[in-house]
């Protein structure tokens, strides 16, 4: 069973550990322009780190349950390579969105197009399982037949 899921895992523990380097980043700017919690406001710079962290962290559930449903239901390896993909763009849409506003872009909708192709084979997946096993057709053995 491990075996099936290991890569996934592997790479949901990458992801906790890049969502605790961003939120150690906000932690680094508030005290660096000395803003206590809960304010959220402050100098640009200030501002740019925590959207940045806090825009990642609404993705992030949604990254790990695709990334696991994509593995799960279409290939683990596809799924894994993805999610490492994903942590990428998202690490440097954080470091780009630090730097300027503007810098965010381009790694923002690369990390979306990851996100898509995750929804795309998760539901591929997902229709795969339920067309073979509720309605006994299998598409893979038609195609290859």
Known sequence: MLEHIHLLAAVTVLGVLEQAYFFLQVIHARRTFGISPPSI???PEFERIFRAQVNSSEYFP???ALLWQAGLFFHQGLAAALGLLYLYA???YFMGYRASSSDRLAPIYFS????WVLVAA???GLLHFFLSHYVGLN???LLTA
Do not use: D, H
């Open 62 to 64: 949604i990254f790990v």
């Open 90 to 92: 998202r690490y440097c």
């Open 112 to 115: 979306t197009g990851v996100l």
């Open 41 to 43: 406001s402050g100098p």
């Open 122 to 124: 998760a539901a591929l």
């Open 139 to 141: 598409v893979l053995r």
